[in-house]
């Protein structure tokens, strides 16, 4: 577990590491900094060949998370010049993939890393710096004729836009959704047009497309293409197609047999209780439900530690995912925890959700956020009456509550959990009955500093979430650490793509 030497345990660069080169790389050196500081640079660029060295694929995936988290773009440049000098052969072989990459604070610009990365390789400087700004129109005609690498990964780029403009004007057609290329040959802001005119993008496109300049490509490609209107075209998510097919097949007497259990994760199914727009997959939605708590019971001893855990709202809005994971955990509980629910308030107590699913969600609905002290004299007072061992104990509390990346966090947590082992030792427990408190704040789309996990002994702090990130969650029992924060983050489909060839 990595520390850290001031009053934010996020410091661009540990006092330690975690013991394992990709999760440095993941959790600090890659870390969104309101600032970039040549430390964190430099500790990066001693970093990257240590990651490789360990995991290869693991490294070039997280490189291609700086781009899509918020990450800054000095961080992203660094690592990705790093790449070019070290592994050329696999930044060429990845460059299809990584213009497919989704940019997760700017979709619809996914085209566009390949003209940073071409423009960020052209102007600078062996030693670091960056050419004057002044010489910039110069610098592509020299050095494609000059340097046979950087024409190559020129070519490379056009090529691709080519492909995609020539694709494009097909699915327009067929009224398609459209890549990003003609966008940004068109930009209109004053950055993306010094970049694209640097590298000479609409140029070298139409001289590829043996067009007789860029008024033609404007005019056969560029001008349909950027007036064409990728959201008027109306696309059902994965997820419907699949309820829409179990409710047909229900109509007539068969839903049940074509439900797959892990279809949709708990709060993915949420999301369709008591939606007004989504009323008529009520009855498909109670069947999914009870198809996923059926496959987590028959996981047997793998998932033997799901059972006796609760899920605690310590904050003010609720949300899907600790509705989902809430009423989840208390089916698979063992008595006397199966089927209960917190509720109360500043006082909790427990209530009971036997009902259908849209009964107990209107009663976590209703329900107000628990201090988690109040929660704790509440598990001691069943433990104590029903004179529970050890083991029969609730052996992790969940608990989704708004955190704040510093160390006065972390201590305030620490002293918590101090007092929890002190509540009891006062009611005759050892510490083998606390349970370890997972303090979870997945707000991670209103968070720079998404992507956190602090362990304790006791606790654990966790800021930031993903469907993968869910699904891992689920998957383990509920356990959860740095390395699978770190595998969920990459477990998306655009990273299966990549492949390491040098």
Request: proline residues 2%; contains cysteine; charged residues 30%.
């Given at each position: 577990m990595a520390s850290y030497n001031n009053n934010n345990i996020w410091h661009c660069i540990p006092s330690s590491s975690y013991g394992d080169p990709c999760l440095d790389l993941f959790f600090d050196a890659l870390r969104p900094e309101y600032r970039d500081v040549n430390p964190c640079l430099k500790y990066l660029e001693q970093l990257l060949p240590l990651a490789w060295s360990h995991d290869p694929l693991t490294t070039l995936k997280l490189i291609f998370t700086f781009?899509?988290?918020?990450?800054?773009?000095?961080?992203f440049d660094t690592a990705l010049l790093w790449l070019l000098h070290n592994h050329p052969k696999t930044l060429l072989r990845n460059l299809h993939s990584i213009a497919d990459f989704p940019f997760f604070d700017c979709p619809g610009r996914e085209s566009w890393s390949l003209v940073q990365i071409l423009y960020n390789v052209l102007v600078q400087k062996p030693d670091g710096q960056v050419h004057d700004a002044a010489t910039h129109p110069h610098l592509h005609p020299e050095r494609y004729h000059r340097d046979p690498d950087y024409r190559l990964l020129h070519d490379r780029v056009i090529h691709i836009f080519v492909?995609?403009?020539?694709?494009?004007?097909?699915?327009?057609?067929?009224?398609?959704?459209?890549?990003?290329?003609?966008?940004?040959?068109?930009?209109?802001l004053l950055w993306d047009k010094h970049c694209t005119s640097t590298i000479f993008l609409c140029d070298s496109i139409a001289r590829r497309l043996s067009l007789p300049g860029s008024d033609q490509l404007e005019e056969e490609f560029l001008v349909p293409?950027?007036?064409?209107?990728?959201?008027?075209?109306?696309?059902?998510?994965?997820?419907?197609?699949?309820?829409?097919?179990?409710?047909?097949?229900?109509?007539?007497?068969?839903?049940?047999?074509?439900?797959?259990?892990?279809?949709?994760?708990?709060?993915?199914?949420?999301?369709?209780?008591?939606?007004?727009?989504?009323?008529?997959?009520g009855e498909v939605i109670e069947l999914q439900w009870k198809a996923m708590v059926?496959?987590?019971?028959?996981?047997?001893?793998?998932?033997?530690?799901?059972?006796?855990?609760?899920?605690?709202?310590?904050?003010?809005?609720?949300?899907?995912?600790?509705?989902?994971?809430g009423l989840l955990v208390s089916e698979l509980s063992e008595e006397p925890w199966k089927g209960k629910l917190i509720g109360g308030g500043d006082e909790p107590f427990f209530i009971r959700g036997d009902n259908d699913l849209k009964s107990k969600c209107e009663l976590w609905w209703k329900s107000d956020k628990s201090s988690v002290l109040g929660v704790i004299d509440l598990i001691l007072e069943v433990g104590v009456n029903a004179n529970l061992k050890a083991g029969q104990m609730i052996k992790k509390v969940i608990v989704f509550t708004e955190l704040e990346p510093w160390e006065l966090q972390y201590q305030l947590l620490r002293r918590e959990y101090e007092a929890i082992q002190s509540k009891y030792k006062d009611k005759g427990y050892g510490n083998d009955a606390v349970p370890h408190i997972l303090y979870w704040d997945w707000r991670f789309q209103t968070s720079l500093d998404?992507?956190?996990?602090?362990?304790h002994p006791g606790f654990t702090m966790l800021m930031g979430s993903s469907d993968n990130l869910v699904k891992s969650f689920c998957h383990n029992a509920g356990e959860i650490g740095p390395h699978h924060l770190m595998e969920a983050v990459i477990a998306g489909k655009e990273y299966q793509t990549y492949t390491v060839v040098d």
């Open positions: 781009h899509s988290l918020y990450f800054s773009e000095r961080k492909e995609r403009l020539k694709s494009d004007i097909d699915k327009m057609e067929q009224s398609d959704y459209i890549s990003d290329a003609a966008a940004c040959c068109t930009s209109t293409l950027t007036n064409y209107d990728n959201k008027e075209i109306e696309k059902q998510s994965l997820e419907e197609e699949y309820l829409h097919k179990v409710k047909a097949a229900a109509d007539l007497g068969g839903g049940i047999g074509i439900i797959k259990p892990d279809a949709l994760l708990p709060h993915q199914i949420i999301e369709y209780v008591g939606d007004e727009e989504k009323e008529g997959f059926d496959l987590y019971q028959k996981q047997g001893e793998g998932l033997s530690k799901f059972k006796n855990m609760l899920v605690v709202r310590d904050c003010r809005l609720k949300y899907h995912l600790e509705i989902g994971l998404s992507w956190i996990c602090t362990q």
